[in-house]
């Protein structure tokens, strides 16, 4: 047995949790090996372990200040979330490491002599980094402004691409398609929707599109219009493309600490409401509002969560969404610092609400916040203390909240609206006296239009950060969080 191969022996009571073989189970690089066995025992290393021996952050030896977390869960299922593991999907240093400290039972061999003698200290990190990562062609102008505009003039080509890819990466599964028409997957589902969304197309002219761009081979047939209607109105698609919008979030999970929340009303999205005439006929009687509550990364800008609500009844307020919201996006292994909100946010209930989520409250305090002595109200006292302590941050955390009506402003756009589902379907829920389908249908075209908006986005970090992402490998943008300092001490 060579020393690149793990052992596999009877798991111990203190690992027991583990068994004996997993993903990972194989051979480990000679070097990785190596450096995790020196790095597990250097004794001035500080590796916690958390959540019951499952999660264990080890700190990077290139990157001062940076960690990683090494999961071990309850079906022995081993990941790190370095750059080496995630591009790689093999062992790492970091899990070698986590192996010798915590499991060694279950740990590599110990190097032998023969190769401890043969690897000089220069060689320990020949070679760590094997990520491939494909230059992009600019040479000249502001670096940063260049590879956006590159990022905007490819981003048709680029998003056919990210959807094959996302399309790949979710399960399989039926849609509720009609009696008489063929079945289409998941994937190919969620690629026609986006694809046609995107492109402002009929679906005529989404036939045409995907046949131009060579994309029709990978979708079995083109929904028509009744059809499409029929996708939009069932909750089994909302699953699906919940399933793919969390799986749009995942490459900003290690980037994005600080979410910035906000809500509003879309006057696209109505309900037209309909009523009978003296002839048995429908008149339109109306319009009723929906109204979105939205949260994105603060240096991303990626859609993080979003939850749709009726303009007015029980829990539809602004204020009243942002915790369920909150933990939708912790749920998502986001690790919070800062929640940057309107003043319609700044109460007790809520400051309260995120500090139990060790986060940070981040709204501008108005005059209605203070007494008439000028006193802030106790309840956000600690928001008013943040931003006395830290005051440059704190305006600069405000000023991150103009991107978010930014996004508004855009899908709140007529021409984003999905036609297809008009009134055909809105007379139809009239008639049997219902709202569900419709409210259903415009549900799903949020969700479309949060895929689309993540996908784009992924196409211009792609650029700005010299990454390609990929949702079957599960590759992720940044392993470095922005290290922001507060003066708490002042």
């Known amino acids: 047995m060579s020393d690149g191969?793990?052992?596999?022996?009877?798991?111990?009571?203190?690992?027991?949790?583990?068994?004996?073989?997993?993903?990972?189970?194989?051979?480990?690089?000679?070097?990785?090996?190596?450096?995790?066995?020196?790095?597990?025992?250097?004794?001035?290393?500080?590796?916690?372990?958390?959540?019951?021996?499952?999660?264990?952050?080890?700190?990077?030896?290139?990157?001062?200040?940076?960690?990683?977390?090494?999961?071990?869960?309850?079906?022995?299922?081993?990941k790190c979330l370095c750059p080496d593991y995630t591009s790689r999907a093999e062992a790492?240093?970091?899990?070698?490491?986590?192996?010798?400290?915590?499991?060694?039972?279950?740990?590599?061999?110990?190097?032998?002599?023969?190769?401890?003698?043969?690897?000089?200290?220069?060689?320990?990190?020949?070679?760590?980094?094997?990520?491939?990562?494909?230059?992009?062609p600019y040479k000249e102008g502001l670096a940063?402004?260049?590879?956006?505009?590159?990022?905007?003039?490819?981003?048709?080509?680029?998003?056919?691409?990210?959807?094959l890819d996302l399309a790949g990466a979710i399960d399989g599964g039926k849609c509720n398609t009609p009696p008489g028409r063929p079945s289409l997957s998941a994937g190919e589902m969620i690629a026609v929707l986006v694809l046609r969304q995107h492109h402002k197309k009929s679906m005529r002219g989404t036939?045409?599109?995907?046949?131009?761009?060579?994309?029709?081979?990978?979708?079995?047939?083109?929904p028509c219009k009744n059809t499409l209607i029929s996708y939009m109105a069932s909750p089994k698609t909302t699953k699906i493309l919940q399933k793919a919008f969390a799986i749009t979030v995942r490459p900003f999970r290690l980037m994005e600490q600080d979410v910035v929340i906000d809500s509003s009303g879309f006057s696209p999205w109505f309900f037209e409401c309909w009523r009978e005439t003296d002839h048995n006929e429908l008149s339109f009687a109306g319009t009723q509002w929906l109204k979105v509550h939205l949260a994105i990364g603060r240096l991303s800008k990626a859609i993080l969560g979003f939850i749709m609500t009726p303009n007015e009844g029980k829990d539809t307020g602004d204020p009243t969404n942002l915790m369920p919201l909150l933990k939708r996006i912790r749920a998502d292994d986001f690790d919070l610092r800062y929640v940057i909100v309107d003043n319609v946010y700044l109460d007790k209930e809520r400051v309260n609400g995120v500090a139990s989520l060790d986060a940070q409250l981040v709204a501008p305090i108005k005059k209605k916040n203070r007494d008439k002595h000028g006193n802030v109200h106790a309840g956000i006292r600690s928001v008013e203390a943040f931003a006395r302590r830290n005051p440059?941050?704190?305006?600069?955390?405000?000023?991150?909240?103009?991107?978010?009506?930014?996004?508004?402003?855009?899908?709140?756009?007529?021409?984003?609206?999905?036609?297809?589902?008009?009134?055909?379907?809105?007379?139809?829920?009239a008639k049997a006296g219902r709202r569900d389908g419709l409210y259903t249908a415009r549900l799903n075209e949020m969700w479309i239009r949060m895929i689309r908006r993540n996908l784009l986005q992924i196409n211009i970090e792609e650029h700005?950060?010299?990454?390609?992402?990929?949702?079957?490998?599960?590759?992720?943008?940044?392993?470095?969080?922005?290290?922001?300092?507060?003066?708490e001490a002042a």
Request: contains cysteine.
């Open 5 to 78: 191969d793990y052992v596999h022996q009877p798991p111990s009571a203190e690992n027991a949790h583990v068994p004996r073989s997993h993903p990972i189970v194989g051979r480990i690089e000679k070097l990785r090996h190596f450096r995790g066995w020196m790095l597990s025992r250097t004794s001035h290393r500080r590796v916690i372990s958390l959540e019951g021996d499952v999660v264990f952050v080890v700190p990077s030896v290139t990157r001062p200040g940076i960690s990683y977390d090494v999961f071990i869960d309850e079906d022995g299922i081993i």
């Open 92 to 136: 790492c240093q970091h899990v070698v490491e986590t192996l010798y400290r915590f499991f060694p039972k279950i740990a590599p061999p110990t190097p032998s002599k023969q190769t401890i003698s043969a690897i000089k200290p220069s060689e320990y990190y020949a070679g760590a980094r094997r990520i491939h990562k494909p230059p992009f």
């Open 144 to 163: 940063e402004s260049t590879r956006h505009d590159q990022a905007i003039a490819g981003q048709d080509d680029r998003l056919d691409e990210l959807l």
């Open 207 to 222: 036939r045409a599109l995907l046949t131009r761009r060579g994309l029709a081979r990978n979708i079995r047939f083109l």
């Open 392 to 429: 440059e941050l704190y305006d600069e955390l405000l000023r991150a909240r103009q991107p978010i009506e930014g996004i508004f402003s855009v899908e709140k756009r007529d021409e984003n609206r999905i036609k297809a589902i008009g009134s055909a379907l809105e007379r139809g829920e």
């Open 464 to 487: 700005l950060r010299n990454r390609r992402i990929s949702f079957a490998k599960g590759s992720m943008f940044s392993h470095v969080r922005e290290i922001i300092e507060t003066d």
